[in-house]
């Protein structure tokens, strides 16, 4: 049987923006922004209220996942940049890095266009509970150290590299699972799940976590079971997903800006008291087997099962850092120029300081790359692919060992 990484749970068009700083220019002189109306999280009512948290988010270097009340704001603002379309959703951009390497997916899609078909490689298959096509695009806007920002009372530059991701989407809000999940599921060598974190229905979400659940009863015992928790707009929301789920799940994959929201408080990614504690509070909340935090610094698991994930801390690590080098372009090729760059010395601290502070606990260090022009969109889809990776490529061999 041939096995195969099963990636979901849905796959977006995403609107891809780079900092213009002539365009936020007249934006905040249109709409009187000033340092006082800055915020990250009042509701995104109209274009003013996103450009106030795009430019509030900018300003402190954090990313995050917000809701807007419609997708014809995006598609308003888009239209004054030069805009790039891809396609995005974990499961998808985790299978596009992959499928640049040589290694193919099957993917389960909640929605459908031309833009899917004509953008999806074909060795990425699909199945897709999408009963006709749609068209919500998410919003990306990404910012780099040193990108400037003026407001009507104050000159800001960015303080480091990030991305904002907004979006109304109602078939990833609703989450419908494909019947042929299920089937696809008894083959997998990997399953991914993904997604519900913008979903904003309890009686609807515990539907569709049943339907997954009867979905993964079809899975191998030994198939390894990743959950992203990607920012839920519900915080409340997250804890029944959990609850759900946590006993099927091998590794619960979440990035800085969810860990520090998880605990209720800023973490200096460097000081290794603060991001032990913050991992032990985590993992107190979320009891995992492998709780996975990844960061611009390190990457870190804690639990149980922390210590056999070390090699696919490492591989993720390495494929995220290849696209922030080189973006869509990575290859194979490109792996080893990255593996050569340096680590980051305080990351690699950090990383063996916590593994001191917690039994159990295994990390590594991120990559310190000088990018002009970094790509920060997709890095923790990119992390979760290349943490997949060495279990795909373990089942390439044993299938070529049975052929």
Same mark, same amino acid.
């Given at each position: 049987?041939?096995?195969?990484?099963?990636?979901?749970?849905?796959?977006?068009?995403?609107?891809?923006?780079?900092?213009?700083?002539?365009?936020?220019?007249?934006?905040?002189?249109?709409?009187?922004?000033?340092?006082?109306?800055?915020?990250?999280?009042?509701?995104? /009512?109209?274009?003013?209220?996103?450009?106030?948290?795009?430019?509030?988010?900018?300003?402190?270097?954090?990313?995050?996942?917000?809701?807007?009340?419609?997708?014809?704001?995006?598609? &308003? !603002?888009?239209?004054?940049?030069?805009?790039?379309?891809?396609?995005?959703?974990?499961? #998808?951009?985790?299978?596009?890095?992959?499928?640049?390497?040589?290694?193919?997916?099957?993917?389960?899609?909640?929605?459908?266009?031309?833009?899917?078909?004509?953008?999806?490689?074909?060795?990425?298959?699909? +199945?897709?509970?999408?009963?006709?096509?749609?068209?919500?695009?998410?919003?990306?806007? &990404?910012?780099?150290?040193?990108?400037?920002?003026?407001?009507?009372?104050?000159?800001? *530059?960015?303080?480091?590299?990030?991305?904002?991701?907004?979006?109304?989407?109602?078939?990833?809000?609703?989450?419908? @699972?494909?019947?042929?999940?299920?089937?696809?599921?008894?083959?997998? /060598?990997?399953?991914?799940?993904?997604?519900?974190?913008?979903?904003?229905?309890?009686?609807?979400l515990a539907r569709r976590l049943e339907?997954?659940?009867?979905?993964? *009863?079809?899975?191998?015992?030994?198939?390894?079971?990743?959950?992203?928790?990607?920012? !839920?707009?519900?915080?409340?929301?997250?804890?029944?997903?959990?609850?759900?789920?946590?006993?099927? @799940?091998?590794?619960?994959?979440?990035?800085?800006?969810?860990? &520090?929201?998880? +605990?209720?408080?800023? #973490?200096?990614?460097?000081?290794?008291?603060?991001?032990?504690?913050?991992?032990?509070?985590?993992?107190?909340? @979320?009891?995992?087997? %492998?709780?996975?935090?990844? *960061?611009?610094?390190?990457? @870190?698991?804690?639990?149980?099962?922390?210590?056999?994930?070390?090699?696919?801390?490492?591989?993720? #690590?390495?494929?995220?850092?290849?696209?922030?080098r080189v973006g869509d372009a990575l290859?194979?090729?490109?792996?080893?120029?990255?593996?050569?760059?340096?680590?980051?010395?305080?990351?690699?601290? #950090? %990383?063996?300081?916590?593994?001191?502070?917690?039994?159990?606990?295994?990390?590594?260090?991120?990559?310190?790359?000088?990018?002009? &022009?970094?790509?920060?969109?997709?890095?923790?889809?990119? !992390?979760?692919?290349?943490?997949?990776?060495?279990? %795909?490529?373990?089942?390439?061999?044993?299938?070529?060992?049975?052929?």
């Open positions: 049987m041939t096995r195969n990484l099963v990636l979901g749970l849905g796959g977006t068009v995403d609107y891809e923006i780079a900092w213009d700083a002539a365009v936020f220019d007249t934006l905040a002189e249109t709409y009187r922004i000033g340092v006082g109306d800055l915020t990250t999280t009042a509701p995104l /009512s109209d274009e003013r209220a996103l450009v106030v948290a795009i430019l509030a988010f900018a300003t402190t270097g954090a990313g995050g996942e917000r809701f807007i009340a419609s997708s014809e704001i995006i598609e &308003q !603002f888009a239209a004054r940049f030069d805009t790039a379309i891809t396609l995005g959703g974990t499961g #998808v951009r985790a299978g596009l890095a992959l499928e640049r390497l040589g290694v193919p997916s099957v993917q389960h899609l909640v929605s459908i266009d031309d833009t899917v078909r004509r953008l999806l490689p074909p060795s990425l298959r699909t +199945v897709c509970s999408a009963t006709e096509d749609t068209l919500d695009p998410h919003l990306i806007v &990404q910012f780099r150290p040193g990108d400037r920002i003026r407001l009507t009372d104050a000159d800001l *530059t960015v303080p480091a590299a990030n991305r904002l991701i907004v979006a109304n989407d109602p078939p990833n809000r609703s989450m419908a @699972i494909a019947p042929e999940l299920g089937a696809e599921a008894a083959s997998a /060598s990997a399953f991914l799940v993904s997604g519900f974190n913008t979903m904003q229905d309890a009686a609807l339907d997954l659940r009867a979905a993964m *009863t079809h899975l191998p015992d030994d198939a390894l079971v990743y959950y992203e928790d990607a920012g !839920f707009y519900d915080r409340t929301l997250a804890h029944r997903a959990r609850a759900a789920l946590l006993d099927r @799940i091998d590794v619960y994959g979440m990035n800085e800006d969810e860990l &520090q929201e998880y +605990v209720g408080r800023p #973490v200096d990614l460097l000081d290794a008291s603060a991001v032990a504690a913050a991992l032990s509070d985590a993992h107190r909340l @979320i009891p995992a087997r %492998a709780l996975v935090v990844h *960061t611009r610094y390190w990457a @870190i698991a804690v639990g149980p099962d922390a210590a056999q994930h070390r090699a696919a801390l490492d591989s993720a #690590v390495l494929l995220a850092a290849t696209r922030y290859r194979s090729d490109d792996l080893a120029v990255t593996a050569a760059e340096p680590r980051h010395a305080e990351g690699a601290a #950090v %990383a063996a300081a916590v593994e001191g502070l917690l039994p159990g606990a295994v990390g590594v260090a991120a990559f310190d790359l000088a990018v002009p &022009q970094p790509t920060t969109i997709g890095l923790g889809d990119t !992390f979760v692919g290349g943490f997949l990776l060495p279990t %795909a490529l373990a089942a390439r061999a044993a299938d070529g060992a049975t052929a």
